[in-house]
Antibody, heavy 113, light 110 residues
Framework: EVQLVESGGGLVQPGGSLRLSCAAS????????MNWVRQAPGKGLEWVAN????????YYVDSVKGRFTISRDNAKNSLYLQMNSLRAEDTAVYYC??????WGQGTTVTVSS | QSVLTQPPSASGTPGQRVTISCSGS????????VNWYQQLPGTAPKLLIY???QRPAGVPDRFSGSKSGTSASLAISGLQSEDEADYYC???????????FGGGTKLTVL
């Protein structure tokens, strides 16, 4: 069974940092693009970033460029999102996705003082 | 302001057929396939349609997708109460080098 399990969310102060992780299982992780998508409370879906199978290509939504870094470790079947200089508007549930198909259950990030 | 435009709401009675539209532009829907997602209350979204008109295994054939030019549509036939959810369209945008979503459509089954 394909599974994606996110972790690392929590409460952080504005300007702080957080690293999200996504543990993948049930498929050949190194064969797929991976994505992060977020959903602010009561709002719609917003794609955040993605990374190619070998990590050689990465793309970001404009609002996180220079602050967030997506990475992966194919040996550990894991996807990461390093989030720096966090802002209140980054508050959201963050989902890990295999390609743009299978979704994890999400991890909540709250940026507040 | 979403790059893809969806109606904020839609409704229908059980058994009816409803359609949800998704309007984009040349770099996104005009050049790439469209995905549709269903988000039931309090749950993570789920892929409903990929490649504009393909259903993943397990998705009932009551759900169908189509694309023409820079617009796409999701049709739900034989509407059921459990179809009450938020629906989102998405496509890759060649100009932004980003996936873009519609704002979402809240479907109410009356």
């Amino acid at each position: 069974e394909v599974q994606l399990v996110e972790s690392g969310g929590g409460l952080v102060q504005p300007g702080g940092s957080l690293r999200l992780s996504c543990a993948a299982s049930g498929f050949t992780f190194s064969s797929f693009w991976m994505n992060w998508v977020r959903q602010a409370p009561g709002k719609g879906l917003e794609w955040v970033a993605n990374i190619k199978q070998d990590g050689s290509e990465k793309y970001y939504v404009d609002s996180v460029k220079g602050r967030f870094t997506i990475s992966r470790d194919n040996a550990k079947n894991s996807l990461y999102l390093q989030m720096n200089s966090l802002r209140a508007e980054d508050t959201a549930v963050y989902y890990c996705l295999r390609s743009m198909g299978v979704w994890g259950q999400g991890t909540t990030v709250t940026v507040s003082s | 302001q979403s790059v893809l435009t969806q109606p904020p709401s839609a409704s229908g009675t059980p058994g009816q057929r409803v359609t949800i539209s998704c309007s984009g532009s040349s770099p996104n829907i005009g050049s790439n396939a469209v995905n549709w997602y269903q988000q039931l209350p309090g749950t993570a979204p789920k892929l409903l349609i990929y490649s504009s008109n393909q259903r993943p295994a397990g998705v009932p054939d009551r759900f169908s997708g189509s694309k023409s030019g820079t617009s796409a549509s999701l049709a739900i036939s034989g509407l059921q109460s459990e179809d009450e959810a938020d629906y989102y369209c998405a496509a890759w945008d060649d100009s932004l080098n980003a996936w873009v979503f519609g704002g979402g459509t809240k479907l109410t089954v009356l």
